[in-house]
């Protein structure tokens, strides 16, 4: 069982920063992938980023050139390192974790709030 607590968020203007962080615990194996969700009011959740057991980036169109998954290994840290923030990034942000092998997240975070005014 793998346990995702995510941390960093707050209120930030736009055109500013802020890093998200995403600590896992439990039994986190080497080749699970990673990935940040969020889901802004009213809307659905979606995928913002994805970082898999080699270090391998997939981002999606709206967060490309802003946003930057990384991980450190030793930490079982995952990071969301977002730039040039806009006032639609505002959004609950949420790790995830799942195994290479399997196609869906079963492991969430409970999610840390990103506002940008």
């Known amino acids: 069982h793998v346990q995702l607590v995510e941390s960093g968020g707050g209120s930030v203007q736009a055109g500013g920063s802020l890093r998200i962080s995403c600590q896992a615990s439990g039994r986190v194996y080497n080749n699970y992938v990673f990935g940040w969700f969020r889901q802004g009011p009213g809307k659905e959740r979606e995928g913002v980023a994805t970082?898999?057991?080699?270090?391998?980036?997939i981002y999606s169109d709206s967060v490309k050139g802003r946003f930057t998954i990384s991980k450190d290994s030793a930490k079982n840290t995952v990071y969301l390192q977002m730039n040039s923030l806009k006032s639609k990034d505002t959004a609950r942000y949420f790790c995830?974790?799942?195994?290479?092998?399997?196609?869906?997240?079963?492991?969430w975070g409970q999610g840390t709030q990103v506002t940008v005014s």
């Open positions: 970082i898999d057991s080699s270090g391998r980036t």
């Open positions: 995830a974790a799942r195994p290479t092998m399997i196609s869906e997240y079963n492991y």
